[in-house]
């Protein structure tokens, strides 16, 4: 026997019947009013009753996880009509699909925050106009100007940067900087010998690639030279919490926490084989 809600609805245990809208909502976690909006754009078209009731069967639930599976990673409604009612569709290549259009975005939304952080008050500007404050906000004025320029990414522009920092030991290396710092792993390679050649870590804007020695390139570990020529800096949300967490886990720190004059607050801290690395979070306006 099939039960029935307030609205008048057949109730989840309704087999063949089906479902109607207040019980899919209630079973998936969506709203009644998000299901309407599914089938008022044509994403998801429900069966109707003789009295005009909208009622879903299996198959309408297999599509709705689909669409949720896609909207869950940012896809519109539109491309997922299209691409569900498509006979070769795939979830395979809509993602993919998806994954180059969302490189896109973050590429414009990266060059867009860098226009935006050259316009900040603390950003000096020609030497020559900082003693006259309408030379001064004109400079200004330009830099936003400049933000609202094209933002297109152009064929040969350079793109990302990916750091390269070379550990003897990158194993030993690998686990320091998940464990203690608290970067995301990546993959470990190995060769035929089980000896690590590569590594990556991971931060949220990109990857840091683990390198071997290697003389033939001039590539030496920093516990070799007993010098490094470069260092690392990662943004944290909350520089305070990171030093305490990293201190917890035994960093050796060089610094602590400070107020720095070009706007972060930062600490210092040793690396795997010695080198330096630093951790800041940009200072709030007083």
Known sequence: MTERTDDGAVGAGAGDAGWRVGDLAALTGLTVRTLHHYDDVGVLRPDRTAAGHRVYHRAHVERLYRISVLRR???????IATALDEPGWTLDGALRTHLAELEDQVLRMERLLHRLSAT?????????MRADDDAGDVEVCRRLLAVLEDTAVAPTEPLRRVAVLVYADLEAAHRHLVDVFGLEPGPLHRDAGGTVVHGEVRTADGVVMLHRVAPEWRLASPAAVGAATGMLVV????????????VARGATVTYPPTDQPYGVREYGVLGPEGEPWSFWSPLRPS
Do not use: I, Q
């Open 73 to 79: 990673f940012g896809v519109s409604l539109d491309d």
């Open 120 to 128: 900040r008050p603390d950003v000096p500007v020609d030497a020559r």
């Open 235 to 246: 943004t944290v949300r909350d520089v305070d919490a990171h030093h305490a967490a990293a």
